[in-house]
């Protein structure tokens, strides 16, 4: 069965960090490229990040930029999303997901996805 747990929200001050982790199960990242997605009240769904099949390449949503870094460790078969000087924009549950596609060209549409996980809530706030 494929399933994928987040972890590591939570509150967090402005400027602050946090590291959010995405366990997967039922198949390994080489099979797939993962992606993190948050919504926050009120507001659609928004692509964050995406790292390929290969994990040779990732892609990054320009209100992250310099912020945020995905990465994987396969023999834990977890992706991380590093979140660096968190604003109180970026309060939103995060959720990652398992891509059809092995590449991130427009990561950010969520129907290319098959696998979501239940999410886990960031927020920053002083």
């Known amino acids: 069965q494929l399933q994928l747990v987040e972890s590591g929200g939570g509150l967090v001050q402005p400027g602050g960090s946090l590291r959010l982790s995405c366990v997967a199960s039922?198949?390994?990242?080489?099979?797939?490229?993962i992606g993190w997605f948050r919504q926050a009240p009120g507001k659609e769904r928004e692509g964050v990040s995406c790292?390929?099949?290969?994990?040779?390449?990732?892609k990054y949503a320009d209100s992250v930029k310099g912020r945020f870094t995905i990465s994987r460790d396969i023999a834990k078969n977890t992706v991380y999303l590093q979140m660096n000087s968190l604003k109180p924009e970026d309060t939103a549950v995060y959720y990652c997901?398992?891509?059809?596609?092995?590449?991130?060209?427009?990561?950010?549409?969520?129907?290319?996805?098959?696998?979501w996980g239940q999410g886990t809530q960031v927020t920053v706030s002083s």
């Open positions: 790292i390929t099949r290969s994990g040779g390449s990732t």
């Open positions: 997901a398992r891509r059809r596609l092995s590449h991130c060209l427009q990561y950010y549409r969520g129907l290319d996805y098959n696998q």
């Open positions: 039922g198949f390994t990242l080489g099979d797939a490229a």
